[in-house]
């Protein structure tokens, strides 16, 4: 058990439809990256968050927004799903020291869209 | 562009006969590549860290080496609890983020 839990586990929308994911990250990180990861394929970076603001975004279009709160918790925003938005979403959480960054991971939420 | 391969995409062994995975990469500035395992539906679950050409690190049956463009990570006597498919990640230069190989999937039967 890493200590990061995700919310929900298993959720089905339909395309167009709106979709909020939850983290809750390990106790003392200050740090959240999601990541979508499609079936057979490594994870991909979506965004990172550190002390609630964005500090990277990967190559996702404007409609994946995020947020984290003071307790370093996490959400992910998606609107108007597509098909291809169906993966696993997972977040991870960290402590950014030097070059020492180890992301333990959630267990997942796994999107469909039907 | 940084970019990371794994190799093979899969891999069946009989149980008790060892075997190395590779991860090659092609990144400005490694900061460090990180294996990880992963079981069916479930998070990625961190196995190692390595920062530079050389170093060496051990997990139980699990042994994971770095050189300048790729790293193994060999598995020996497997039983079937190490099925499971195995990442490898990358972080390079000042970005935290990391930058992952398709994984290498490893079945292991008894």
């Known amino acids: 058990e890493t200590g990061v839990t995700q919310s929900p586990t298993h959720l089905i929308k339909t395309r167009g439809q709106q979709v909020t994911l939850r983290c809750s990250s390990q106790?003392?990180?200050?740090?959240v990256s999601w990541y979508q990861q499609a079936l057979g394929q490594g994870p991909q970076f979506i965004f990172q968050?550190?002390?609630?603001?964005?500090?990277g975004r990967g190559n996702f279009p404007p409609r994946f927004s995020g947020l984290q709160f003071p307790n370093y918790s996490s959400e992910l925003n998606v609107n108007a799903l597509e098909l291809d938005d169906s993966a696993l979403y997972l977040c991870?959480?960290?402590?950014?020291?030097?070059?020492?960054?180890?992301?333990?991971f959630g267990q997942g939420t796994r999107l469909t869209v039907v | 562009e940084d970019q990371v391969t794994q190799s093979p995409e899969a891999l069946r062994l009989q149980e008790g006969e060892s075997s190395s995975l590779n991860c090659s990469y092609t990144v400005s500035g490694l900061r460090g590549l990180f294996w990880y395992r992963q079981d069916p539906g479930k998070g990625p679950e961190f196995l190692f860290t390595l920062y530079s050409a050389g170093e060496e690190k051990e997990k139980e049956r699990l042994k994971a080496t770095l050189t300048k463009k790729e790293s193994f990570l060999h598995i020996t006597a497997p039983k079937p609890e190490d099925s499971a498919t195995y990442l490898c990640?990358?972080?390079?230069?000042?970005?935290?983020?990391?930058?992952w190989g398709a994984g290498t999937k490893l079945i292991i039967k008894p």
């Open positions: 968050y550190y002390r609630e603001e964005e500090n």
């Open positions: 990640a990358v972080q390079a230069g000042s970005n935290y983020q990391l930058i």
């Open positions: 991870a959480s960290s402590i950014p020291r030097g070059h020492n960054t180890e992301a333990f």
């Open positions: 106790s003392g990180h200050n740090t």
